[in-house]
């Protein structure tokens, strides 16, 4: 694989170059901004996110071990804790992590023309002077309340934005690693009980606050000293001037009593202080923030602890390259995201790379769930060209991930190919890798990308963890076998009353009440405490107050209610839009819909009462149920009129996108526009059903399939629907509803008197027929649909369905009836210079002349498919083309002319990520090889097949062609070989109880016998194969040879009694003891087995 020429090894040196260059495999340092006692502050690129951020390097110290687990451990929980606070006056931390020498860096907003708030506040008046310090006070009171104490502040950690905003940065880094702080730099805003050593606590941030007012009033330091042992001793035992303060006496005394030396005597709170300097001035104090959020969005972790424990031993499984996935099921509230955040700091301290996945309801982007997970991996592997391109589909932003233009026509994207793209990309990042999926309930695809990734898992770092509501989706399991399942339920009582402890304190008689109305659900328990906090006036009020007779019967609905109650007018307004828009808000479509507003305060009114979160650079409302609950509240009349808004929006900002299709089709359905619902959806489902999207596109189709019923100008609409539906039943497996489904759509074309449309449902069911076995009916409504065509000139339908016909006549085998058809697909196709129709009919007559051993024939024509074909690019047509020729040659043993083109088809499928054609082209040649009895080549083959059904858990393929690989190692008389291959056959048959499916092992079991000398055993297998055998299996000539063979050892008599005893065995207890009888046939490998377990079978099954 090459990019511009440079093979992909070059690229990976390339990369490993650039790494030692960057922080996090994603932070580009580009210069030095400052350097303080804590660490060193750069301007970095973040690649993944095309910004330039702050990145600060925290500096070893002598008393703290970052290689240390549990201060990492720590450190990480206070980063995910700053992460996720947001305030007006407040840089947030946008990310952290530890760079190569494990040193942590965090990362936070670029300000850009900010100053200091002494240069700032020498150019106001008393009232801006005291407003700058209001804001700093803000911002304390927010990080107190918040459980986070600053230690450092002082005038370069608080900035002014031009805009003459206030920020407040480097607040509560490492304060639960020492008892003090770093002092050298900024020991002229150390309070004095910091000095001594004594606790840290709220009140000294606010001497802080206190140094930094007195700089601002009376332009100079409280305590200016010549060094630092006078600056030491002052600051212990002088008390500073007054007089020296250019500010009226209330504000004086303000800042006198900030600087008190006792932290009793200072402020009891930032909000005290703030409400000080406001009555100082004689202005009225800002609206206040409700900041119990702080203990009520961070309780104790409880309750799930054997569960995190399985988890984490399973991640530190995934450092050794001996991965595994995991599917976590609940109900809503349950605390399936709060189990997957823990995991994620244990991650984050072992070094693991954790790469996120998110479905959302009615979000329709190709791969949306996947984009995340890919951008963030694209920084840390290499991509060919092919596979940029690939990617450059649904991640337009990709050329500037990898630094480089890349130009071309893509392959088309399959799941396969994906998924084949992903595996090899976390191979080559070289580093362990979490992968954390959540609410697959609202997966719009057939999972078949993770469901490959949790079959390669096992021997790749690489861990998964998806959770699901199982109350919503209880199939999701069914779907995953490969994934381990952890089924959450509620919380015990006594599980309960541990989180509920966690919160306000011991109180039996609440506790006991709280399990009563919540039955144990994790999320109403904690709404029910902010719900009673809320009424008493805090959270402490509760343990006095005498427990309430109910708390709520419509438990989200008025959970909202109260929450909106809060907020004003127009900003219910917007919360509502945001509800009707989605989980995830889309701040550009809220203000295409919204209007004119101050979304940054809407923004912090709505964190405040917990109706948002931020998680991973993107805001959430904090729970769906939630959002539900906004939407429950409003009238229908109000929600039709939004969701009609919000569908006019997405079609003004977004227009002719793909990934709105199916967002607008539920829009407009909701808004009661029908006709434009069903328009988005046929789009959307036209497009999406070759990834794999049939069960989630079916649901969507069944609904609107319902609701335009009744509607007689719907009725085109509904033909395209039954059709869809039709190729979503084939996809899924269920043939007898796609026929169903392909003759509604009929009878609706002959109720509209549409020929074209009447031929088109005829001809899709006559391949559900075709599949079905049912080749009379097939050709009857092929032969309809053939004449349908003709008369309304539809020349390319007519090929495919000349080709159709042509297909089920060489089933048939009426081979020469088979060929006029595809003369005639081949000339229509021809004709109209159809390439496509042309290949496949060359195709069709190659395999007729083949079927009669007309070799120069089949040979001709599978040429001229090549020939005309081979011009289009590399797709699964081309592969079968080389495939079908490669076998000509070999029934010609023409085989130096076979294997290459065998091999070009095998590269083909592996690059399209074709993996069934792939392991099915392998097989097919190690076949073809054995019929000509090249058996050491055939072996070759046969294990390069299973090597791939192995690992992409293909087990039923892999069983069938295990029996031929006996076969083959009999003939070259490698017993050893056939003896294991045989023991393998066997397990898998029992596992996938299909073992008369994959009988024709047993002729492995005669030779096996006959070898091992136990005639009479090879009988009674005999027997069984008699008596179990669908015809396919009977082989008579072969079953008469191993007669012949037992004869040489008894009589006719023995031999009839053997076989008569064999036909009475049943197959699974036979089954299930020859895999369990240690003295068998298959003792010896039984034997290494229970002295060595392996993991093989989790792995298998």
Not at 576 to 603: S, T
Request: hydrophobic content about 45%; overall charge negative.
């Amino acid at each position: 694989m090459k990019a511009f020429g440079t093979p992909l090894k070059e690229l990976l040196m390339k990369q490993h170059a650039e790494r030692s260059h960057l922080i996090g495999n994603r932070y580009r340092l580009v210069r030095k901004i400052g350097e303080g006692g804590m660490g060193t502050v750069f301007e970095a690129e973040d690649r993944l996110n095309a910004k330039f951020v702050a990145l600060k390097c925290l500096k070893s110290r002598p008393d703290q071990d970052y290689s240390d687990t549990h201060q990492r451990q720590l450190l990480a929980r206070e980063f995910q804790t700053l992460a996720g606070l947001r305030h007006p006056h407040i840089i947030s931390v946008l990310d952290f992590g530890y760079d190569s020498q494990l040193r942590p860096y965090f990362t936070m907003p670029l300000l850009h023309g900010a100053r200091n708030i002494l240069e700032v506040a020498a150019e106001r008046m008393l009232h801006g002077k005291v407003r700058l310090l209001i804001e700093m006070l803000q911002a304390l009171n927010y990080l107190h309340r918040h459980g986070i104490l600053h230690l450092d502040l002082k005038p370069s950690n608080v900035l002014v934005e031009p805009n003459g905003r206030v920020r407040v940065l480097d607040f509560g880094i490492a304060t639960e690693l020492t008892h003090a702080p770093e002092i050298g730099g900024t020991l002229e805003y150390i309070s004095p009980e910091m000095l001594n050593g004594e606790p840290i606590e709220p009140a000294s941030d606010l001497y802080a606050v206190g140094v930094i007012a007195y700089q601002i009033f009376a332009g100079e330091h409280p305590f200016a000293a010549n060094g630092i042992a006078q600056l030491i001793y002052r600051v212990l035992t002088e008390r500073p001037d007054s007089e020296r303060l250019a500010a009226p006496e209330a504000v004086r005394q303000v800042i006198m009593r900030l600087l008190a030396k006792k932290p009793s005597e200072r402020y009891a709170s930032a909000y005290e202080a703030t409400l000080a300097f406001c009555q100082a001035i004689q202005v009225a104090p800002s609206e206040t923030y409700l900041l119990r959020e702080s203990v009520l969005q961070s309780p104790k972790f409880v309750g799930r602890e054997a569960e995190l424990r399985m988890l984490d031993q399973a991640l530190a499984e995934a450092l050794h390259k001996r991965g595994s996935a995991w599917l976590v099921g609940g109900e809503s509230g349950v605390g399936k995201s709060r189990l997957l955040d823990e995991l994620r700091i244990r991650a984050l301290v072992k070094g693991v790379i954790v790469l996120h996945g998110q479905y959302l309801e009615g979000a329709g982007g190709l791969y949306s769930a996947w984009r995340d997970a890919i951008r963030r991996l694209a920084l840390l592997a290499p991509l060919d060209d092919d596979e940029a391109l690939m990617l450059q589909s649904f991640i337009p932003d990709l050329p500037r991930l990898i630094g480089r233009a890349v130009e071309g026509t893509p392959q088309a994207i399959t799941d396969q190919r994906l998924a084949s793209l992903l595996v090899a990309l976390i191979e080559r990042a070289q580093q362990p890798i979490l992968l954390l999926m959540d609410d697959l309930q609202w997966a719009t695809d057939d999972l078949s990308i993770l469901r490959h990734l949790s079959k390669v898992a096992p021997r790749l770092p690489l861990m998964i963890v998806a959770a699901y509501r199982n109350d919503e989706a209880h199939y999701l399991y069914g779907r995953l076998p490969e994934m381990r399942l952890i089924k959450l339920a509620r919380f015990s009582a006594a599980e309960s009353s541990q989180l509920s402890r966690s919160i306000i304190g011991q109180a039996e008689t609440l506790e006991r009440f709280l399990f009563e109305q919540t039955e144990g659900n994790a999320f109403y328990l904690i709404e029910s405490l902010r719900s009673l906090a809320e009424s008493l006036g805090s959270l402490e009020r509760i343990r006095q107050a005498e427990a309430p007779r109910q708390l709520f019967s419509d438990r989200m609905a008025l959970i909202a209610q109260r929450r909106l109650m809060r907020l004003s007018e127009r900003h219910q307004a917007l919360v509502k839009i945001a509800a009707v828009i989605g989980r995830e808000l889309n701040f550009e479509l809220l203000e295409r819909v919204g209007g004119e507003a101050n979304y940054d305060d809407w923004l912090i009114k709505c964190v405040d009462i917990a109706l948002f979160r931020i998680e991973h650079d993107k805001w959430y409302f904090t729970h769906d149920k939630l959002r539900e609950g906004v939407l429950h509240l409003m009238p229908l009349a109000e929600r039709r009129e939004l969701h009609r808004a919000v569908a006019e929006g997405i079609e003004a900002l977004y227009p002719d996108q793909p990934d709105y299709e199916l967002a607008l089709s539920i829009h407009w359905r909701q808004a009661g526009e029908l006709a434009r619902a069903v328009r988005y959806l046929i789009a959307y489902a036209s497009r999406t059903l070759p990834y794999g999207s049939a069960s989630a596109v079916k649901l969507h189709l069944e609904e609107l399939l319902q609701q335009t019923e009744p509607l007689p100008e719907l009725i085109t609409d509904r033909f395209h629907i039954y059709m869809l539906l039709g190729k979503c039943e084939e996809d899924i497996g269920t043939n007898v509803r796609a026929r169903e489904c392909y003759q509604r759509a009929h009878a609706i074309a002959v109720a509209l008197q549409d020929h074209v449309m009447q031929a088109t449902a005829l001809f899709s069911n006559a391949l559900v027929e075709r599949s079905m076995g049912n080749f009379a009916g097939s050709l009857e409504q092929l032969h309809s649909a053939l004449s349908l065509f003709q008369a309304h000139n539809q020349p390319q339908q007519v090929a495919q369905a000349l080709f159709a016909i042509g297909h089920v006549e060489t089933l048939r085998m009426n081979l020469e009836r088979a060929e006029q058809y595809l003369q005639q697909a081949l000339q229509v196709a021809e004709q109209h210079q159809d390439k496509l129709n042309v290949a496949r009919a060359h195709m069709g007559l190659s395999d007729t002349a083949r079927r009669q051993r007309d070799f120069e024939r089949a040979e001709r024509h599978a040429k001229a498919a090549l020939e005309r074909y081979a011009a289009q690019g590399e797709d699964r047509l081309l592969a079968t083309i080389l495939m079908r020729l490669s076998l000509v040659y070999m029934d010609q043993r023409r085989f130096e002319e076979a294997l290459p083109l065998a091999e070009r088809s095998i590269q083909i499928s592996q690059r399209l990520g074709d993996f069934d054609s792939t392991y099915a082209a392998i097989g097919n040649i190690g076949f073809a090889l054995a019929q000509q009895e090249r058996y050491e080549e055939s072996r070759a083959y046969f294990e390069r097949a299973i090597a791939y059904e192995r690992q992409y858990g293909d087990w039923n393929t892999m069983a069938v062609r295990l029996g031929a690989l006996a076969q083959v190692n009999v003939r070259l008389a490698d017993w050893t070989a056939v003896r294991a291959n045989l023991y393998e056959w066997l397990q898998l048959a029992r596992r996938l109880d299909n073992l008369r499916g994959l009988l024709h092992g047993f002729y492995g079991m005669v030779y096996l016998a006959l070898h091992d000398g136990n005639a009479i055993q090879a009988a009674e297998w005999i027997g069984v194969i008699e008596a179990n055998a669908t015809p396919e299996y009977l082989d008579s000539e072969e079953l008469a040879g191993f007669r012949a063979a037992c004869l040489a050892h008894m009589d006719e008599r023995q031999l009839a009694e053997s076989i008569a005893y064999g036909k009475t065995l049943d197959l699974n207890a036979l089954a299930d003891r020859l895999l369990s009888d240690s003295e068998g046939i298959f003792g010896p490998l039984i034997a290494a087995e229970q002295a060595q377990p392996s993991d093989s079978d989790q792995a298998v099954l």
